[in-house]
């Protein structure tokens, strides 16, 4: 079965820094692009990053663009999002999703963080 199960989310300072993991199983890793998305509280689904099967590109939301570093560990089948400055809109919880063309097709479950003083 397909699986994507999130960690590292968690309590952090505004302007502080978090990495979280997305680690995968079930699937051939190296043939799918890797998302995240979130998704604030009382908020909509908001696409936050993706990249590609190789590492590269990658892409990025305006609003975390020069903040947040996507990146993939082809070996480990390990995806994460490296997360600097964080601000109190950063608040979310944080999906790891599978791209399957213009679709993500499977989902973890999820790993909040929270940036609050």
């Known amino acids: 079965d397909v699986q994507l199960v999130e960690s590292g989310g968690g309590l952090v300072q505004p302007g502080g820094s978090l990495r979280i993991s997305c680690a995968a199983s079930?699937?051939?890793?190296?043939?799918?692009?890797i998302n995240w998305v979130r998704q604030a509280p009382g908020k909509g689904l908001e696409w936050v990053s993706s990249i590609n099967i190789g590492g590269a590109p990658t892409y990025y939301a305006n609003s975390v663009k020069g903040r947040f570093t996507i990146s993939r560990d082809n070996a480990l089948n390990t995806a994460y999002l490296q997360m600097n400055n964080l601000k109190t809109a950063d608040t979310a919880i944080y999906y790891c999703?599978?791209?399957?063309?213009?679709?993500?097709?499977?989902w973890g479950q999820g790993t909040q963080v929270i940036a609050s003083s």
């Open positions: 999703t599978r791209g399957y063309g213009p679709y993500f097709d499977y």
């Open positions: 079930g699937f051939t890793f190296t043939q799918y692009w």
